[in-house]
């Protein structure tokens, strides 16, 4: 460890910053909190609004429910507009929830950029331009969708985005990322929302001297800063096309098996990770046996989804090999559960992603 | 990593848990959270209190402002009992103080166990012991000073006590650990703060289920776990009596050099950081020297002793053969920056302690 006060972190802090501008496309303030990802949301909340305000969540599962959550436990007035879990938010019904609203009440727009639940992509970019046409500010959850595919922060206008360590980041979990528009730092100096270890402002009067707040968990800012030097060498395009090519390595392989996925359009299908719902087999048996028996471990399901479907993880450190083995174990598992499919079929579907066929 | 929500996490956290009501001394729950110490130190206020409570803070330093600031910022009515820096606070004192409140208005005494700015240990059993006469809940920040000495929290009715793991826990910054008593709990059913993040409750149920409510930083519970190993077998007496070893180290080596301590009081002294207050030179050049040079880091000053002050750490992962070189390389530093001492003064002054003499 180092001292978080001293001169060697002030060289860390800085490059790990810049690379975390770079990961969100924008000149804005990031700023970066000792938490998971589930602080950076109540920090994103907190920071820009006041009790009482009205908000409108664009809930497409689990984690569209804990805006829900995080905005109620602040006496935010919340619009839970939900959508079917496994669909995307869809801009248009947005766009016409927005216009229902003449007198401009609603202070704020929070969706996910990428639902974990259910292994959906929402499309920021037209979410986004629904939005600034009303003038609500735009939140957004990219914890687990930033860097799996493309979001320009400042293109798009997004006011605040919330991002985490421990997904495409590749570092264990612990550091919650916020970036700041200027629109979201004017709606800083109204908000009325008590805070202390999320003053986002606070925050920022230590960071422009080298220093945070409070004391940064320093083990894993060295890891993000090593994952810097891994992440710009590689370059944002790439990292979008390895994450893109995997999700379509699971899908085809899945399909390929006769499985059925949450997600079925394509266009709004994660780049993350693929929930699959089960026909005749019971998805926890499934887990179960892919994990002591394969050493692979599976995500189950959350929420209302719990029990009801399986999800496979494709971002980060996951590499096509691990994708190609867990479809090949899968195929084992299935039979062995009873669930007969042709062994190496859903392999082939998926080397055939790779080799662009 | 491993998954958070899978069977192998529940070994550790279950071991984890078990680990800090060791160290705590207590059948309390102790409950974790992904963040610095600031955080589980917000996390005892909002779950205890409500805004409009009066509470008294004991202020002996810098983290006493910062329970200041904290409850201020949740709208709490704040007595701000302050007492000069560098001495711990007076139990008399803070019994008159509660003889007061006639209508028992204070609702809970928060205070530091170690003062970290100042090198400053309360008696926290004699606070205590006023503090339960009156009725109000008694929250510690026992951040810095948790197993470098003696606090038992069931024996001396401890309510809340904080703890981080970044301190005589030896692993690096990232996780706040809250215990809560019965009487914590029942004021939690009243509390008003709002709190999504830090509910406690919430945390409560998920860690009954063998998990946590948000994703757990895992590679600082590797640590933890790992760290409980050697704790445990080295035993809570040995653990205390190093401490005070290296106290006294570093107390009897400065002192031999002339060189005048802020906290004064033996018996308040801190046994996880000293402060020493400088005569005829500058702490930042002497901190800089030393860090430049000797490759050996110190703490300056904080809030009103920037500047004014610096700071030896003695505790965690620290051991007697650093406390000597560190007396070694400040007696150079010293006579490099014009004031003279005599070479290996010190040093002998910290040997004789651990000769016994």
């Known amino acids: 460890m180092i001292n978080h006060r001293g001169s060697e972190f002030v060289v860390i802090l800085k490059e790990v910053l810049e690379g975390l501008k770079w990961s969100y496309q924008t000149m804005n303030d990031v700023l970066i909190f000792p938490a998971s990802g589930s602080g950076g949301m109540e920090t994103a909340v907190v920071n820009t609004l006041s009790p009482g305000d009205k908000v409108l969540v664009a809930n497409i599962g689990n984690f569209g429910d804990r805006w829900v959550k995080i905005c109620r436990a602040y006496g935010l ?42 292994g959906v992509l929402n499309d920021v970019k037209a979410l986004s331009g629904v939005i600034r046409e009303h003038g609500a500010l735009i939140i957004v959850d990219a914890v687990s969708g930033l860097l799996t595919t493309d979001l320009k922060t400042d293109e798009w206008g997004l006011d605040v985005v919330v991002s985490g360590s421990q997904k495409a980041f590749m570092i264990p979990p612990g ?44 083990s894993l800012y060295f890891g993000l800063h090593a994952a810097f030097k891994l992440l710009k060498d590689e370059g944002l395009e790439n990292i979008f096309k390895r994450h893109h090519t995997l999700r379509s390595m699971v899908r085809e392989g899945v399909k390929a098996l006769g499985l059925k996925l ?28 892919m994990r002591d028996e394969y050493g692979m471990v599976l995500a189950g399901g959350q929420g209302k989804m719990k029990g009801k479907i399986f999800r496979i993880g494709h971002l980060g450190y996951v590499d096509k090999s691990e994708i190609l083995a867990a479809i090949g174990n899968l195929e084992i598992v299935l039979n062995k559960l009873g669930h007969k499919v042709e062994l190496g079929k859903g392999v082939r579907a998926a080397q055939q992603v790779l080799l662009g066929g």
């Not at 929830?97 to 639940?117: C, G, M, P, Y």
């Not at 394509?266 to 019971?282: H, Y």
Request: hydrophobic content about 40%; proline content about 5%.
């Open 77 to 118: 007035n919340v619009i839970d507009l939900q959508f079917e879990w496994g669909k995307a938010a869809d801009p248009k019904i947005v766009a016409e929830k927005l216009k229902e609203d003449k007198n401009r009440e609603i202070k704020a727009v929070l969706f996910q950029q990428n639902e974990t639940s259910t």
């Open 175 to 218: 550091l919650a990322m916020v970036s700041m528009s200027e629109r979201a730092w004017k709606a800083y100096e109204k908000s009325k929302c008590p805070k202390f270890y999320w003053d986002i402002g606070i925050m920022k009067g230590f960071v422009d001297k080298g220093q945070t707040h409070t004391t940064p968990p320093i």
């Open 262 to 289: 949450l997600a079925e359009d394509e266009a709004t299908a994660s780049t993350a990770v693929t929930a699959i719902v089960p026909s005749s087999f019971d998805p926890e048996a499934l887990r179960k046996t």
